[in-house]
């Protein structure tokens, strides 16, 4: 391995030695706004102690210029959507004792393996909660800034997907304001919604 | 309505969570919807044993490394360093051969073979190989 651009073994212990218990506290946070809970079934401290045995047992190089925050929170990242994938697949397989052959020892059409080669039949009720849970969660975010003409502006376009190049022309912001109100959302939503918005929970 | 609005102000949750200064990150832990000290002293407690176990395995991986190089040292240079003469390293042999129940069988047919064929390499060569494998033992007289 490339001992100059990657951490050796020894390199990462005293890392992950050197995290502080804001780190620590920082890294679970994260992992909770990642959805450790609802899309993997797991506390945001489980998802750390997983990310630091994967980084302990090497299984990816860690590059030098990548912080251990930025390490951590990437190897936890991919613990969440990895076991999310596994509880998807146990949810939609049906089991050895739902299949049934024919006599011909063809599957039968039982409901199990209807529901597992069609779409559900609630698709459509469950996609329309979806979207009222969204626009439930937009319009509180909407209403945290109510009072800031700057942060709902930024807020409006944001949700119409406009590019940073728009908002500085439709806000009327310049590059300096721009990353005020940037800084000013990012730390009011975060004391507001400290686990974030659980989009997990949302059908996409 | 977009996901990707939501996506982003999560994004932004975990931004302003890495750029919060470490008293304010500090000040959070134990309050509801926070991380309590319970979990951070659990993710510390993990790492600290994690860690010593994984030092512990590289250092008996390195202990035994060292004892095998270590051992391959005293062999060579009780080779290179033994005063005797191919007639005594040949009488070793046929002791070290009376002995079937320690000698694989392959050496046995070497020895044989060596034995009606074999020039004075063949026998240092067998020699140290029965000195490696332990049939064969060198005193300090040796040397």
């Given at each position: 391995?490339?001992?100059d651009?990657y951490?050796?073994e020894?390199e990462?212990?005293?890392n992950?030695e050197?995290?502080?218990q804001?780190d620590?506290a920082?890294?679970?946070?994260?992992f909770?706004v990642?959805g450790?809970?609802n899309?993997?079934?797991?506390s945001g401290h489980d998802?750390l102690?997983?990310?630091?045995?994967?980084?302990l047992?090497?299984?990816r190089p860690?590059?030098?210029?990548?912080?251990?925050?930025?390490?951590?929170?990437?190897?936890?990242r991919?613990?969440?959507?990895n076991?999310?994938?596994?509880r998807?697949?146990?949810?939609i397989?049906p089991?050895?004792?739902?299949?049934?052959?024919n006599?011909?020892?063809?599957?039968a059409h039982?409901?199990?393996?209807?529901?597992?080669?069609n779409p559900?039949?609630?698709?459509?009720?469950?996609?329309?909660?979806?979207?009222?849970?969204?626009?439930?969660w937009i319009e509180k975010v909407r209403?945290?800034?109510?009072?800031?003409?700057?942060?709902?502006?930024?807020?409006?376009?944001k949700?119409?997907?406009?590019?940073?190049s728009?908002?500085?022309i439709i806000?009327?912001?310049s590059?300096q304001?721009?990353r005020?109100?940037?800084?000013?959302?990012?730390?009011?939503v975060r004391?507001?919604f400290?686990?974030?918005?659980p989009w997990?929970?949302?059908e996409s | 309505?977009?996901?990707?609005?939501?996506k982003?102000?999560n994004?932004?949750?975990i931004?302003?969570?890495?750029e919060?200064d470490?008293?304010?990150?500090?000040?959070?832990?134990?309050?509801?919807?926070y991380?309590t000290?319970?979990?951070?002293?659990s993710?510390?407690d993990f790492?600290?044993?994690?860690?010593?176990?994984?030092?512990?395995q590289?250092?008996?991986?390195?202990?035994a490394l060292?004892?095998?190089?270590k051992?391959?040292?005293?062999?060579?240079?009780a080779?290179?360093?033994?005063?005797?003469?191919v007639?005594?390293?040949?009488?070793?042999?046929i002791?070290?051969?009376?002995?079937?129940d320690?000698?694989?069988?392959?050496l046995?047919?070497?020895?044989?073979?060596q034995?009606q064929?074999g020039?004075?390499?063949?026998?240092?060569?067998?020699?140290h190989t029965?000195?490696e494998l332990?049939?064969?033992?060198?005193?300090?007289?040796d040397q």
């Amino acid at each position: 391995m490339d001992t100059d651009s990657y951490y050796s073994e020894i390199e990462v212990e005293e890392n992950l030695e050197s995290l502080t218990q804001a780190d620590i506290a920082r890294l679970v946070q994260i992992f909770a706004v990642l959805g450790s809970s609802n899309r993997a079934g797991m506390s945001g401290h489980d998802v750390l102690h997983n990310a630091i045995s994967q980084v302990l047992a090497n299984e990816r190089p860690w590059p030098k210029d990548v912080s251990v925050i930025s390490y951590l929170t990437q190897s936890g990242r991919s613990t969440i959507s990895n076991e999310e994938e596994k509880r998807s697949k146990l949810l939609i397989a049906p089991t050895i004792d739902e299949v049934v052959f024919n006599e011909d020892n063809k599957v039968a059409h039982t409901s199990a393996v209807v529901r597992f080669s069609n779409p559900s039949p609630q698709s459509g009720l469950e996609s329309a909660q979806s979207s009222s849970i969204i626009k439930e969660w937009i319009e509180k975010v909407r209403q945290l800034f109510g009072e800031d003409k700057e942060a709902s502006c930024f807020i409006e376009q944001k949700i119409a997907e406009q590019k940073k190049s728009k908002i500085l022309i439709i806000c009327e912001f310049s590059d300096q304001i721009y990353r005020n109100v940037e800084k000013r959302i990012k730390d009011k939503v975060r004391k507001r919604f400290p686990n974030g918005l659980p989009w997990g929970e949302i059908e996409s | 309505m977009n996901i990707n609005f939501i996506k982003q102000i999560n994004n932004y949750v975990i931004e302003s969570t890495i750029e919060a200064d470490d008293d304010e990150i500090l000040s959070t832990i134990g309050h509801t919807n926070y991380p309590t000290w319970e979990d951070i002293h659990s993710v510390q407690d993990f790492i600290l044993t994690a860690v010593k176990c994984k030092r512990q395995q590289r250092l008996e991986k390195n202990r035994a490394l060292y004892f095998d190089a270590k051992k391959e040292r005293e062999h060579s240079r009780a080779f290179a360093k033994t005063t005797k003469t191919v007639s005594e390293m040949f009488s070793d042999i046929i002791v070290a051969m009376q002995d079937k129940d320690k000698v694989p069988k392959g050496l046995l047919v070497a020895f044989r073979k060596q034995g009606q064929d074999g020039n004075d390499d063949d026998i240092k060569e067998l020699w140290h190989t029965l000195v490696e494998l332990g049939l064969i033992e060198i005193s300090d007289d040796d040397q």
